[in-house]
């Protein structure tokens, strides 16, 4: 795991490097003078916003498998999920986090876990339908690395549901002894999401918000340092760069998803100083979005009194929240 981490710190820090130091510093400081602080707290905003609605969309995913995780509750374990983006390696340490926490509140584990799982699939689905879109609309400015980036992404979507498919139909006596429970529990949690397709819907339908909304904030902020594209080019360039960022080579995507970004700009006549700028002016703003999910989780923890979520047992024999 340490190796990993010092792995993934290594990509970042070095692509980071070798980015400042390719680049012109006197066009990345320009760039970044331009954004006033009033159009980086609109951005900041923007992106607390969009994950107010994002922690509206879990707890629905995560009781939809019958956990009961009461609003509160939820908001406290997003914004330490925030936080913990900022510190662990990738969004999934931030996933991990928050669904432990649910289930130690909830004592369901397989809905925490399943919620957590859906949520996430649910941001990509609703981040590769957006790239459609924009496809769609700039037939003429998208480059072969994007067509061939969205391929790629498509194909591995394909496999990821056939996966899942695969895995659904394997009796549950053709498991290894040990994984039979927890998957027979999955399994029981999966078929409650299924039984409300109004919540997998919800779900789409607020990611497609949510990844939208980041795209316009980010347009701003692309005017802002000086970036001048139609709005199509980005709903194709920056949900690219973000599921790029995704894959585990870096730290939460640090350096990756900015150079990524910066590449799939330039064939639109955009130099790539302005593309990087963009996307290190949008990781501050991540930066200030985690602090606040931080203090949200104080907030709800009680201050400076840390309390560990316990899970209560209700008459039926069954857990309820306290």
């Known amino acids: 795991m340490r190796r990993r981490v010092a792995l ?10 070798l980015l400042l130091g390719v680049l012109p510093w006197p066009g990345l400081r320009a760039a970044w003078s331009r954004v006033t602080w009033g ?4 951005a900041l905003a923007g992106f607390l916003a969009g994950h107010v609605l994002g922690a509206v969309k879990w707890r629905a995913l995560v009781n939809a ?6 609003p509160g509750d939820a908001a406290g374990y997003y914004g330490a999920a925030l936080f913990a983006n900022l510190c662990l390696p990738g969004v999934v340490g931030g996933d991990l986090l928050r669904a432990g926490l649910a289930a130690r509140r909830t004592g369901r584990t397989e809905a925490a876990i399943l919620g957590g799982v859906a949520d996430r699939l649910s941001d990509v689905a609703g981040t590769a339908l957006l790239v459609l879109g924009g496809a769609l609309a700039a037939r003429g400015v998208l480059a072969p690395t994007a067509a061939r980036l969205l391929e790629v992404l ?7 549901a056939l996966a899942l498919v695969l895995a659904t139909r394997r009796p549950l006596a053709r498991w290894p002894r040990r994984l039979r429970r927890p998957v027979g529990r999955t399994l029981v949690a999966l078929r409650y999401l299924l039984r409300r397709p109004g919540a997998a819907l919800l779900a789409l339908g607020i990611s ?12 701003q902020l692309g005017r802002a340092v000086g970036i001048t ?21 870096s730290l939460g995507g640090l350096a990756v998803r900015d150079a990524t970004l910066a590449a799939l700009l330039a064939p639109a006549g955009v130099p790539v100083a302005l593309g990087v700028a963009a996307g290190l002016v949008w990781q501050s703003v991540l930066l ?3 602090l606040v999910g931080a203090l949200v989780w104080w907030w709800h923890s009680g201050g400076l009194r ?17």
Request: hydrophobic share 60%.
């Open 8 to 17: 993934q710190a290594a990509v970042s820090l070095g692509l980071l490097a």
């Open 39 to 42: 159009v980086w707290l609109g």
């Open 65 to 70: 498998g019958r956990a009961a995780l009461r």
């Open 154 to 160: 498509v194909a591995l979507g394909a496999l990821a």
């Open 208 to 219: 497609l918000v949510m990844q939208a909304g980041f795209v316009l904030v980010n347009a």
């Open 229 to 249: 594209v139609p709005l199509a080019v980005w709903f194709v360039a920056w949900p690219l760069a973000k599921l790029a960022g995704l894959v585990p080579i």
């Open 288 to 290: 200030g979005g985690g």
């Open 306 to 322: 840390l309390r560990i979520p316990q899970p209560v047992r209700s008459p039926a024999g069954g857990s309820a929240a306290r």
